[in-house]
Each structure stands twice: as C-alpha cells, then as structure tokens.
C-alpha cells in the first residue's frame, strides 16, 4: 500500500466514525476539509462525545490512545485529527 492509499483509507475510515460516532450526515462530513472545525465547532462533538469517538478510533484503527497522547491540537480541526489517526496507525 502506498503512502497516498493508506492516507484516503485512513481518511475515509475517520470520516465514517465521525459519521457514527457523531450522527452526522455522509453528505456532511464529506464537506470536512483540513480546516473544519471539530470540538466547540460541532455541537454534537461535546465532552461526552469525545470519549465515545476515541474509544470507536482504537476500536476501528486498532490503535491504543494513552491519555498522553491527547491534546487540544488533535480534535480543534479535522486536519489534526486527521493527522493525529495517521501517525498512530503509521506506529502500529
């Protein structure tokens, strides 16, 4: 798998768990550039929500998230949490 397959993968996969996790529309996270706003953007990504979007992250990347490895960078736009799935997956 080359680099740029294995980031629309990663890609795709991120925006079907914001999808389920979040009950939005694929129509609506389709529209979610690097730019897009996450938590405090999204009124449905609250304390709460979070939560049950990084539990469904390890579940689906079969990663594992250490409390170290939160920050607010990762969730305040799309793009870094985008960023934040690939470097994970990439450690294995």
Do not use: W
């Amino acid at each position: 798998m080359n680099e740029a397959t294995g980031s629309s993968t990663i890609d795709a996969k991120l925006r079907s768990v914001l999808g389920d996790v979040l009950g939005l529309s694929a129509e609506t996270v389709a529209r979610f550039d690097a730019d897009t706003g996450l938590f405090g953007h999204l009124p449905e990504l609250d304390s709460m929500a979070v939560a049950g979007l990084l539990a469904e992250l390890e579940d689906r990347f079969d990663i594992v998230i250490d409390d170290e490895d939160l920050d607010g960078e990762m969730l305040e736009a799309y793009g870094g949490l985008l960023a934040f799935a690939e470097a994970k997956v990439a450690q294995g």
